[in-house]
């Protein structure tokens, strides 16, 4: 099982019958990411981890305390109660108090969270012990604290990658990134580095479009350690597309004097998407401008593919509204649209090469692509609008759809749009 260290476990899972393989050398404490690999790929098992978490989206409704409030991370494995991770480096005490109530205090229901970890920098608070015990005044009587400050966030670097950072500034935290991708890498495709340049660009290129966890599922299933094989050009049928962007971009843009602010959250939004979509089991298309296109179902239809890129999207909704929430409180003028525009199809779709002999770099082609930028347009902010074809694949039973007027479509003529009411 993958696994990060103590209670905090990223799981894939194998049957217990099965024998384990084991890929060393991944730092000095390799357990922390040796794996057992399950001869079937359909066993393989993932927490949910989701970033920017204010609701459910089961039938069982819970969701945090005050309107417009998000959890950092809230994280739910598949045998164990679900916890929430808050990071929350360089704020005073008084306001990481306010977050922390906003959040999690009155009225909040946590669907049978019982763990928060704070992430904090103790030594920046004079008096860390009064401000622990008011911290956990105001967390329910349910929920267990859990601190990790910086020397417990380097014990843990050390023990999953061998690599105790030097600290936890900017140019050190470059370097500890940096290692960090070479250990996914590792898990991802083994121990073997990579033969030569052409291999290393690209098992760098499949580690950008998909998630970790996802290669080295692939890898098994394909029964090789070529990375080239795992993702070859070709046509895939039945693919979902996920298409995404920010609702009053430009706006937002016209209004912010300061262009960081604009990179800022551009990349908040780019980060946390794309981090969603490959945790999920997507694949990161491409960005387009304030925009983000995900594939689900290539290069295989993993059991549940629709129903998961259709959460995807729904956690979309609630990254960008963050999104939006953080770059109001940076400008003057109140913005009218705030979260996201987002549209899905299904259909063929066509992974093409961009250059002769380079695997390493594939275009995605497909009228369901162009589909889901036609369905965009009917998009209003915080809505999540589906193809027909979609819509049939999605609803069973319980109709969580509902129709709109016919859409007409230049170069493809009418179609017909639904909407998500019940996510």
Not at 126 to 139: C, D, F, G, K
Request: glycine content about 8%; hydrophobic content about 40%.
């Amino acid at each position: 099982m993958v696994r990060l260290p103590g209670r905090h476990r990223r799981w894939i899972n194998r049957r217990e019958s099965q024998e384990p393989h084991r890929e060393p050398g991944l730092g000095s404490c390799g357990s922390c990411w040796k794996t057992s690999v399950p001869t079937s790929p359909g066993t393989f098992t993932l927490a949910a981890i989701h970033l920017d978490w204010r609701r459910s989206t089961s039938t069982a409704s819970f969701h945090l305390g005050e309107p417009s409030t998000y959890a950092d991370l809230r994280v739910a494995p598949a045998d164990e109660a679900p916890y929430f991770i808050e990071v929350k480096f360089g704020l005073d005490a008084a306001t990481m108090v306010a977050h922390l109530r906003r959040k999690f205090g009155e009225g909040a229901e946590l669907g049978g969270a019982n763990r928060l970890v704070l992430v904090v920098q103790r030594s920046e608070y004079s008096n860390w012990l009064e401000l622990e015990r008011t911290i956990r005044a105001v967390l329910p009587s349910t929920i267990e604290l859990e601190v990790w400050d910086e020397e417990r966030l380097g014990r843990l670097l050390a023990e999953c990658f061998g690599i105790p950072p030097k600290s936890f500034d900017s140019r050190d935290l470059l370097v500890t990134r940096a290692l960090i991708d070479q250990g996914k890498e590792r898990l991802a495709f083994g121990s073997e580095p990579a033969d030569n340049d052409a291999d290393l660009a690209l098992r760098s290129s499949l580690l950008w479009h998909f998630g970790t966890w996802r290669l080295r599922e692939l890898r098994h299933l394909h029964g090789t350690d070529d990375p080239g094989t795992l993702v070859p050009p070709g046509v895939y049928e039945h693919v979902v597309v996920v298409f995404a962007d920010l609702a009053g971009y430009s706006r937002y843009v016209r209004d912010t004097a300061d262009d960081a602010t604009v990179r800022e959250h551009l990349t908040t939004f780019y980060a946390r998407s794309r981090y969603q979509i490959i945790n999920a089991g997507g694949m990161i298309s491409q960005f387009l401008g304030d925009g983000v296109v995900a594939l689900f179902g290539v290069p295989d239809r993993r059991a549940g593919y629709v129903e998961a890129a259709l959460r995807a999207a729904v956690r979309l909704c609630d990254i960008a509204d963050s999104v939006s929430h953080s770059w109001q409180r940076e400008i003057d003028n109140v913005q009218s649209s705030r979260g996201a525009h987002i549209a899905m199809s299904m259909g063929k779709v066509q992974l093409v090469g961009m250059r002769p002999f380079d695997p390493a770099r594939l275009a995605t082609i497909g009228d369901c692509i162009g589909l889901a930028a036609r369905l965009l347009t009917v998009a209003q902010a915080g809505e999540i609008v589906v193809s027909n074809v979609l819509q049939r694949a999605l609803d069973s039973g319980v109709s969580r759809f509902e129709p709109l007027p016919p859409l007409e479509a230049r170069n493809m003529g009418p179609l017909q749009p639904w909407r998500l009411t019940v996510p």
